[in-house]
């Protein structure tokens, strides 16, 4: 049962990122997904929640910048990543809730000019 994170990269301030979740081994239709961020010498941070019912909540630092969605078809949850500056530097990590799996790999975002 792991997640899979992808879709990072160099960004340049104001661009744009869709990051990418698989699920494996596991149904993440009945699981919240979760997106959280950990920026260099800072703890992890949620960021971006959506429930089974496809209720979207988000941290006041990316709000109506980030949407988080998911594909249930595809086993997958998407954050898709607008106006980003370079605040938004970190290690992204996907989960689901309750029952949290092993954090996976992450993916690296790097906004800079």
């Known amino acids: 049962v792991r997640v899979y994170e992808s879709g990072g990269g160099l960004v340049q301030p104001g661009g744009s990122l869709r990051l990418s979740c698989k699920a494996s081994e596991f149904d993440f239709s009945i699981y919240t997904g979760i997106w959280y961020r950990q920026a260099p010498g800072k703890e992890r941070e949620l960021i971006a929640t959506i429930s089974r019912s496809d209720i979207r909540e988000y941290a006041d630092s990316v709000k109506g910048r980030f949407t988080i969605s998911r594909d249930n078809a595809k086993n997958m949850h998407y954050l898709q990543m607008n106006s980003l500056t370079p605040e938004d530097t970190a290690v992204y990590y996907c989960?689901?809730?309750?029952?949290?799996?092993?954090w996976g790999q992450g993916t690296q975002v790097t906004v800079s000019s």
């Open positions: 989960n689901r809730r309750p029952a949290p799996v092993n």
